[in-house]
């Protein structure tokens, strides 16, 4: 884990992906929610390097 503001982010990612794999993904929330944590992670990253 690479920034303090964003390692929440990091572990709801982990989760929603381990999820996504095990369903049959067709859920669009769940596949709404991985997009979010993707996007969050990258603009938090974005001034970091």
Not at 7 to 24: E, F, G, M, Y
Not at 27 to 43: C, K, M, N, P
Request: hydrophobic share 40%; aromatic share 6%; charged share 20%.
């Amino acid at each position: 884990l690479r920034n303090p503001y964003v390692d929440p982010l990091s572990v709801l990612q982990v989760d929603l992906l381990t999820r996504w794999r095990q369903s049959d993904r067709q859920d669009e929330g769940l596949f709404a929610a991985l997009v979010s944590t993707v996007t969050g992670i990258a603009r938090g990253l974005q001034n970091t390097g």
